[in-house]
């Protein structure tokens, strides 16, 4: 992994060679000093500022240097404020070297990370830095330590580990004559070997050969170089046999080939490479042979050639026995130490794989299974240098997991593989890239240090944590992202803000933070210490001006590069204190911005040790956006470059970099005064004349002061400074006029301009007339602009100072005598004398307001109504300027003044809010003016109205019950005993519900339950066997529970009664106490009990269960009638045995004969049944 790779898709920067003339602060965009260098060499990636005592420089990283043939990179010193700025490449590749180690210098990248460091050099870091172990190439980094002088001090590479190349192979070799054509036995030896490093110091060779006896073909230590191994190899020759002795080779290779007399070394890592055709014929061998090779920690390779198997046509099972011989002497995993290959032909084929599978064992490796700890490291990828501690971001560390490397005075710190992870969260940070950016926060509890992992559980993390007495992590923190890709934790910034050389803030980019379009926008989560300054507290998040994307469907949008969108936060700058306010600032770069072209913004810091929300300059790129890209990829901003006393940014981006000049910064204050401050066109003392007309005049006295910050500032020098004042501004024709105007014309505005140094003070005074006639609705409003004349030259104005002040000179009325003494009479009466609020409702209740005033003119006259929470305010009718304030609300009254005897009416609308449950409604209605009143008079200015208030009880009541129909038979056969069901008894299952009503409030409840217990003559109807309730719900079980009814058999009686219920009958009740909750049931199971009704007469009858609600608060709340009260009716009719009597049905049938007898002859003797004659029929047709 290359950090280009991967930032590179993530940013890069532009450089502003033509920049817009949009000045918002005191960055100046029209005169920077530009650096150019080539865009493809990146050329601008980072920056940083710098100065030693042959002068002050810009030193700019140019990663991809030396592209295309050799990316070394490198980085360059452009001198600043010397005529000349032409850059000059330092050479750091060249001159960055770490002894002992054969070094892979291209595409180390030198220049990708760029820090100052506090001994007053800098550090340049090459993450792609390597070096080979064998035929292995480790990406381990490497940072030069570079003095002020631009000497490196020394090379700094963590990663750097000693070569696990001190490996001593050997190959174990099958020659007996089954081994066809021996040639490729020897071409495979070769091309391993080719690839292999031969030395002493470097990996070592032994061979041995064997058929049915074994031979030490080649001493670990007889070839000290390549070549003399190849000549003796290329000639090496078969062994033959008619056996295969493998195990007494493997065993014989162990105890003779690793000895120290044929050149084995303690310290290498022992590797025997077994090769051979077939079955071996001491297979019984194996198991103390492999075991003892495990005790000798001999890491074993086998190789299993099927050539002679393919000849020979071997069965399946034949093959496979082979195979598993051959895997049973291989080291674990067999997956990574297993091979097989189908003839010696394509053997060859095979060398290249194990030499990587050999040589990856250089990496770290526990049980033969190899991973990387710190040989892939990338140390340097990012790095942060403080006083306490250099850090370096190891991305690669650990299978790329990643860590942070601490380099003190006196050690170099690697945290372990899983200090950084959470044991419970086994896969989230896999690959996480810990490391990829490295601060620092200096807090009263000591110093705190902090790693980004963008891709942590592909949504980012942010690492705070310490280090303990055993100098292990102890995580005090961590920080997750929230959008997956986001790469949440890629860039970090601690800042100091107060400068009390404690941080205060922790800024965390989330460049490729997906927008609304699906663009990278890009996010920037702001952090602030605790007072105890033990946590990092999220406060709010930074973005950038919103970017279209051209879509589909966009007309005229044309975009030559992708992806779209900002990237704002691809870099963050903390600089020292721009804007000259004692508060650090913070630069944030958004190199996508504008198609690729690129921007920087500008946030101050804010005395909350904070920064601003909103930006206070936008700094665009200038030129096309093709020799100069992604402007914004790197900031720096902590050096007065220019001898100005104020600091100066630098903003670097692919192909180039540019330095802003900071302007100095001056405060300018100020005031207006007027004589007099009050305006009475009855007071004669201020009475004046202009051109014939007489009114009063107002003196108006402008005083202005000047500051200028900086410390190196020109004394000499002055501002000019231009202001206008206007009179009632906002009024389409003014109630006054300046009286130094030329004009003949009334003139409202006047705008004047003057010199002045820093420290000086200088006022001046205007006078304006008023109009002869005024109205008194408003006072007269007098507006002060001012600002520089020349505004591109000289110190800029502070910001943080208005550049306008409005006051207003109140216009009296009083007669002829300066103060105004009032009398006002206030009078209110509610729409309502008490109230009953039903459920979910917002009932409306009115506020008649009447007042009046019975002295002098009462100015800004208001009402105020103070009420309870249980009522909320609409509006006032008619409307008025009424400010309403949770339980307050502030009407203005004929503003700016109620005039002697006048009065005022109007209507003040309130609703009830069920949220707030209370007895009564309060409101407390005052008048109150500026004016004076005598306190006498004070007595009819407030009125209490207190207005009782009951609210219907949010209660949902329900009742569900088995509406079964219960039928008896007269004679039918029953049981006394309880017992049997059916015989004795039907029950009857009632549940009771009781819901709250929305979001109203629901008082505690009593639910009462009343039912028909015996008949007249003390039989028994009806009895509860079980209640069951909800939690919370406790009922007084009667007495009649569980009862067993009497042994003796009923009383006959008549039940004459249609509906038996409480008042015919003897009933009993039981009674259930029902908490405040949102629901609550109770289940009740009724038996009837059969024999009574057996027995008794009757056809069809009812009894009626009541279940009633009550509750306590009565003086609050009141149940609404259709939740009083529920009534369930149980049905029980009665068949006759034996059906229906013989001479009922004879009697029946005559009587029904009798009625139709007696029909047709009433029909008969009316003369339904003759009919007309023969002939007359006749006559009427021949008619």
């Given at each position: 992994m290359q950090r280009y790779s991967q930032i590179f898709t993530l940013t890069a920067a532009a450089v502003a060679v033509l920049l817009t003339c949009v000045l918002s602060f005191n960055v100046d965009q029209k005169n920077s000093l530009s650096f150019s260098g080539p865009l493809d060499d990146m050329f601008g990636y980072t920056v940083q500022q710098f100065e030693n005592s042959e002068g002050k420089w810009v030193l700019i990283g140019s990663p991809h240097s030396g592209q295309p043939a050799k990316r070394t990179g490198d980085v360059y010193k452009c001198p600043v404020g010397r005529g000349d700025n032409k850059c000059v490449k330092l050479e750091l590749p060249k001159n960055t070297t770490v002894p002992n180690v054969h070094e892979v210098k291209e595409n180390m990248t030198m220049g990708t990370t760029l820090v100052n460091n506090p001994t007053g050099g800098f550090l340049a870091c090459g993450p792609q830095y390597g070096y080979m172990c064998g035929q292995q190439q480790y990406i381990s980094g490497v940072c030069a330590n570079v003095?002020?002088?631009?000497?490196?001090?020394?090379?700094?590479?963590?990663?750097?580990?000693?070569?696990?190349?001190?490996?001593?192979?050997?190959?174990?070799?099958?020659?007996?004559?089954?081994?066809?054509?021996?040639?490729?036995?020897?071409?495979?030896?070769?091309?391993?070997?080719?690839?292999?490093?031969?030395?002493?110091?470097?990996?070592?060779?032994?061979?041995?050969?064997?058929?049915?006896?074994?031979?030490?073909?080649?001493?670990?230590?007889?070839?000290?170089?390549?070549?003399?191994?190849?000549?003796?190899?290329?000639?090496?020759?078969?062994?033959?046999?008619?056996?295969?002795?493998?195990?007494?080779?493997?065993?014989?290779?162990?105890?003779?080939?690793?000895?120290?007399?044929?050149?084995?070394?303690?310290?290498?890592?022992?590797?025997?490479?077994?090769?051979?055709?077939?079955?071996?014929?001491?297979?019984?061998?194996?198991?103390?042979?492999?075991?003892?090779?495990?005790?000798?920690?001999?890491?074993?390779?086998?190789?299993?050639?099927?050539?002679?198997?393919?000849?020979?046509?071997?069965?399946?099972?034949?093959?496979?026995?082979?195979?598993?011989?051959?895997?049973?002497?291989?080291?674990?995993?067999?997956?990574?130490?297993?091979?097989?290959?189908?003839?010696?032909?394509?053997?060859?084929?095979?060398?290249?794989?194990?030499?990587?599978?050999?040589?990856?064992?250089?990496?770290?490796?526990?049980?033969?299974?190899?991973?990387?700890?710190?040989?892939?490291?990338?140390?340097?990828?990012?790095a942060h240098a403080s006083k306490e501690a250099l850090l370096l971001g190891a991305v690669g560390a650990y299978d790329w997991n990643g860590t942070v490397v601490m380099q003190t005075a006196g050690s170099t710190i690697t945290p372990e593989r899983d200090e950084f992870y959470d044991p419970k969260d086994r896969y989230g940070g896999l690959a996480g890239y810990f490391g990829y950016d490295v601060q620092s926060a200096f807090t009263p509890q000591g110093v705190l240090y902090i790693t980004g992992a963008p891709r942590y559980n592909h949504t980012g993390r942010v690492v705070i944590y310490r280090l303990n007495e055993d100098n292990r992590v102890d995580i005090v923190q961590t920080l997750n992202g929230e959008q997956i890709g986001s790469y949440f934790g890629s860039v970090l910034q601690s800042v100091d803000i107060n400068r009390d050389s404690f941080t205060d803030l922790l800024l965390v980019g989330a460049p490729m933070y997906m927008g609304p379009e699906r663009d990278e926008q890009g996010k920037v989560y702001i952090y602030k210490l605790n007072e105890r300054g033990s946590k990092f507290v999220h406060k709010f998040n930074l973005k950038p001006v919103n970017q279209s994307c051209c879509t589909a469907h966009s007309d005229g949008c044309i975009m030559k590069n992708e992806p779209c969108g900002a990237r704002f936060g691809t870099a963050i700058a903390a600089v020292s204190d721009l804007n000259l306010d004692g508060f650090n600032d913070v630069v944030i770069g958004a190199p996508f911005e504008n198609d690729h072209r690129g921007a920087a913004y500008i946030y101050h810091g804010s005395k909350d040790r904070s920064l601003k929300k909103d930006f206070v300059q936008h700094i665009p790129a200038g030129g096309d956006g093709d020799k100069v890209k992604f402007f914004g990829q790197s900031i720096h901003g902590?050096?007065?470059?220019?001898?100005?006393?104020?600091?100066?940014?630098?903003?670097?981006?692919?192909?180039?970099?540019?330095?802003?000049?900071?302007?100095?910064?001056?405060?300018?204050?100020?005031?207006?005064?007027?004589?007099?401050?009050?305006?009475?066109?009855?007071?004669?003392?201020?009475?004046?004349?202009?051109?014939?007309?007489?009114?009063?005049?107002?003196?108006?006295?402008v005083c202005f002061d000047y500051l200028v910050k900086s410390d190196k500032k020109d004394i000499d020098s002055y501002a000019e400074i231009r202001y206008n004042i206007t009179l009632d501004a906002m009024r389409a024709k003014a109630r006054a006029s300046f009286t130094d105007t030329d004009s003949d014309k009334s003139d409202r505005r006047m705008t004047?301009?003057?010199?002045?140094?820093?420290?000086?003070?200088?006022?001046?005074?205007?006078?304006?007339?008023?109009?002869?006639?005024?109205?008194?609705?408003?006072?007269?409003?007098?507006?002060?602009?001012?600002?520089?004349?020349?505004?591109?030259?000289?110190?800029?104005?502070?910001?943080?100072?208005?550049?306008?002040?409005?006051?207003?000179?109140?216009?009296?009325?009083?007669?002829d005598h300066e103060r105004c003494i009032t009398d006002l009479s206030l009078k209110a009466e509610p729409s309502e004398k008490s109230m009953l609020?039903?459920?979910?409702?917002?009932?409306?209740?009115?506020?008649?307001?009447?007042?009046?005033?019975?002295?002098?003119?009462?100015?800004?006259?208001?009402?105020?109504?103070?009420?309870?929470?249980?009522?909320?305010?609409?509006?006032?009718?008619?409307?008025?300027?009424?400010?309403?304030?949770?339980?307050?609300?502030?009407?203005?009254?004929?503003?700016?003044?109620?005039?002697?005897?006048?009065?005022?009416?109007?209507?003040?609308?309130?609703?009830?809010?069920?949220?707030?449950?209370?007895?009564?409604?309060?409101?407390?209605?005052?008048?109150?003016?500026?004016?004076?009143?005598?306190?006498?008079?004070?007595?009819?200015?407030?009125?209490?109205?207190?207005?009782?208030?009951?609210?219907?009880?949010?209660?949902?009541?329900?009742?569900?019950?088995?509406?079964?129909?219960?039928?008896?038979?007269?004679?039918?056969?029953?049981?006394?005993?309880?017992?049997?069901?059916?015989?004795?008894?039907?029950?009857?299952?009632?549940?009771?519900?009781?819901?709250?009503?929305?979001?109203?409030?629901?008082?505690?409840?009593?639910?009462?339950?009343?039912?028909?217990?015996?008949?007249?003559?003390?039989?028994?109807?009806?009895?509860?066997?079980?209640?069951?309730?909800?939690?919370?719900?406790?009922?007084?079980?009667?007495?009649?529970?569980?009862?067993?009814?009497?042994?003796?058999?009923?009383?006959?009686?008549?039940?004459?009664?249609?509906?038996?219920?409480?008042?015919?009958?003897?009933?009993?009740?039981?009674?259930?106490?029902?908490?405040?909750?949102?629901?609550?049931?109770?289940?009740?199971?009724?038996?009837?009990?059969?024999?009574?009704?057996?027995?008794?007469?009757?056809?069809?009858?009812?009894?009626?269960?009541?279940?009633?609600?009550?509750?306590?608060?009565?003086?609050?709340?009141?149940?609404?009638?259709?939740?009083?009260?529920?009534?369930?009716?149980?049905?029980?009719?009665?068949?006759?045995?034996?059906?229906?009597?013989?001479?009922?049905?004879?009697?029946?049938?005559?009587?029904?004969?009798?009625?139709?007898?007696?029909?047709?002859?009433i029909l008969w003797k009316l003369g339904f049944f003759k009919r007309k004659s023969r002939d007359f029929s006749k006559e009427e047709m021949s008619e």
């Open positions: 003095s002020s002088s631009f000497q490196i001090l020394s090379s700094i590479a963590p990663g750097v580990q000693n070569c696990s190349s001190n490996l001593d192979i050997v190959f174990v070799l099958d020659g007996s004559n089954s081994i066809y054509p021996w040639s490729s036995i020897v071409n495979f030896l070769v091309r391993f070997l080719e690839r292999v490093k031969i030395g002493p110091t470097l990996s070592q060779v032994g061979i041995v050969s064997y058929g049915e006896d074994v031979t030490h073909q080649v001493n670990l230590s007889q070839f000290n170089n390549n070549s003399e191994l190849l000549n003796f190899v290329k000639g090496l020759p078969q062994h033959t046999g008619t056996k295969t002795h493998t195990f007494l080779a493997i065993d014989a290779a162990r105890r003779e080939a690793f000895m120290p007399e044929r050149g084995a070394r303690p310290d290498a890592k022992k590797i025997m490479v077994i090769l051979t055709d077939g079955e071996s014929h001491d297979f019984y061998k194996q198991k103390r042979v492999i075991e003892e090779c495990e005790n000798d920690d001999i890491e074993r390779f086998g190789i299993a050639v099927l050539g002679y198997y393919n000849r020979e046509n071997k069965s399946e099972g034949e093959v496979q026995k082979f195979i598993d011989e051959i895997k049973s002497i291989s080291s674990e995993p067999t997956q990574d130490h297993f091979f097989n290959v189908s003839d010696e032909l394509v053997l060859v084929n095979l060398a290249d794989t194990l030499g990587k599978k050999i040589f990856a064992l250089e990496a770290t490796s526990g049980n033969f299974t190899s991973s990387f700890e710190m040989e892939m490291s990338q140390a340097g990828f990012s902590i050096m007065d470059l220019n001898g100005d006393g104020i600091i100066d940014v630098t903003i670097g981006g692919l192909g180039g970099a540019s330095l802003f000049w900071s302007r100095d910064v001056a405060e300018l204050h100020a005031n207006m005064t007027f004589d007099p401050v009050k305006i009475n066109l009855q007071q004669a003392q201020y009475q004046c004349e202009h051109r014939g007309r007489k009114s009063v005049c107002v003196k108006t006295t004047k301009t003057f010199n002045i140094k820093d420290q000086e003070k200088k006022c001046m005074m205007e006078t304006f007339i008023m109009s002869a006639q005024l109205d008194f609705r408003d006072p007269l409003s007098v507006t002060l602009d001012f600002g520089l004349v020349h505004e591109d030259q000289g110190p800029i104005l502070d910001e943080n100072l208005p550049k306008s002040i409005t006051k207003k000179i109140p216009l009296v009325d009083c007669g609020i039903p459920l979910n409702s917002k009932d409306k209740i009115d506020v008649n307001i009447d007042i009046s005033n019975k002295k002098d003119s009462a100015y800004n006259t208001k009402v105020i109504l103070n009420f309870t929470p249980n009522i909320n305010y609409v509006k006032v009718e008619p409307e008025k300027q009424c400010t309403p304030n949770q339980t307050r609300v502030e009407c203005e009254v004929r503003y700016p003044f109620l005039g002697s005897n006048d009065e005022d009416h109007f209507k003040v609308k309130f609703e009830t809010d069920s949220s707030h449950i209370q007895e009564k409604i309060h409101i407390n209605v005052t008048a109150v003016s500026d004016s004076e009143e005598h306190h006498s008079t004070l007595y009819d200015n407030n009125v209490q109205i207190s207005i009782p208030v009951k609210y219907e009880a949010g209660v949902i009541f329900t009742v569900d019950y088995t509406d079964e129909h219960i039928i008896v038979k007269d004679g039918e056969q029953y049981s006394l005993k309880d017992t049997d069901t059916g015989m004795t008894f039907e029950e009857v299952n009632i549940t009771y519900t009781l819901e709250k009503a929305g979001n109203t409030f629901t008082p505690p409840l009593q639910l009462t339950v009343t039912y028909p217990h015996l008949s007249p003559l003390t039989n028994l109807l009806l009895f509860p066997t079980h209640i069951v309730s909800s939690a919370g719900v406790k009922c007084n079980h009667p007495d009649k529970v569980h009862q067993t009814a009497k042994q003796h058999k009923p009383k006959k009686e008549t039940l004459s009664v249609f509906l038996l219920q409480c008042g015919q009958t003897g009933c009993e009740s039981f009674s259930c106490s029902i908490p405040k909750t949102n629901k609550s049931q109770v289940h009740v199971t009724f038996k009837v009990w059969k024999p009574t009704f057996i027995e008794g007469e009757f056809s069809s009858l009812h009894m009626v269960v009541n279940a009633s609600l009550t509750f306590k608060q009565t003086h609050l709340f009141e149940l609404g009638s259709n939740a009083k009260s529920r009534s369930v009716k149980i049905q029980v009719s009665k068949e006759t045995v034996g059906g229906i009597p013989i001479w009922i049905i004879i009697i029946s049938i005559l009587i029904g004969l009798l009625i139709l007898a007696l029909v047709i002859f």
